[in-house]
């Protein structure tokens, strides 16, 4: 029992400091974002990529596709999903606090005077020079990330598709989403019965050469 107990003290002093850094990592970048979910990217790659590398940049990719196509806010649900890939349950529960607390403390202090403040000439060039700085951010990460993503022909046709629909035919993006996760299945469903159809002939063609022997 005592060994038992050793070892749960231990494994709890090594959870905590790791929720810390959880809670932090994403406070700094609930702080430091305007603009939405999506305007988070940036901060959340340099933050959990190149800083503190608990992920790949295909691993932020698939966790803002499954952030989109499930309810909720893109950001909270990408923070949920790190902090449980790196500490369980309490971790994503950590992880959420971390990503929401700047916003709420914000919106508690600005609450009450928020009219007031939007009135000012300077408030409003300060507001529209960030929106300048997100959409830069946006860009730039979205070019770096387009270069693991597409990979083929195939790849470009979609993403040109997606982006007609949405942004000209204003086709409701959950649409979207569901229809390129259909095609992903049966793009993924064709490539490997390709990959056993040649497994098949290269089975086959050896086969033949032993029997020829």
Not at 94 to 116: D, E, F, M, R, Y
Request: hydrophobic share 50%; charged share 20%; aromatic share 10%.
């Amino acid at each position: 029992m005592e060994e038992i107990n050793e070892e749960e003290k231990g494994a709890q002093k090594k959870l905590l400091p790791k929720l810390i850094e959880l809670f932090f990592a994403f406070f700094r970048t609930g702080i430091f974002t305007f603009g939405g979910g999506l305007a988070m990217m940036p901060m959340l790659q340099k933050e959990l990529i190149e800083k503190k590398h608990w992920l790949t940049e295909e691993d932020l990719i698939d966790y803002y596709a499954i952030g989109q196509s499930t309810p909720g806010i893109i950001a909270v649900n990408v923070a949920t999903f790190v902090g449980y890939r790196q500490a369980g349950i309490i971790g994503a529960i950590v992880a959420t606090l971390g990503i929401i607390s700047p916003s709420i403390i914000i919106i508690t202090i600005l609450a009450g005077t928020i009219n007031s403040i939007s009135e000012y000439p300077r408030v409003q060039a300060a507001l529209k020079g960030i929106n300048v700085a997100v959409a830069a951010l946006l860009t730039t990460v979205i070019i770096k990330f387009a270069k693991k993503t597409i990979k083929n022909v195939w790849n470009v046709l979609y993403m040109l598709a997606a982006f007609f629909c949405i942004f000209w035919l204003k086709v409701p993006s959950f649409i979207v989403i569901i229809t390129a996760i259909i095609l992903g299945c049966l793009n993924t469903l064709r490539l490997q019965k390709k990959a056993a159809t040649l497994e098949k002939s290269a089975e086959q063609k050896a086969e033949n050469q032993e029997e020829t022997k």
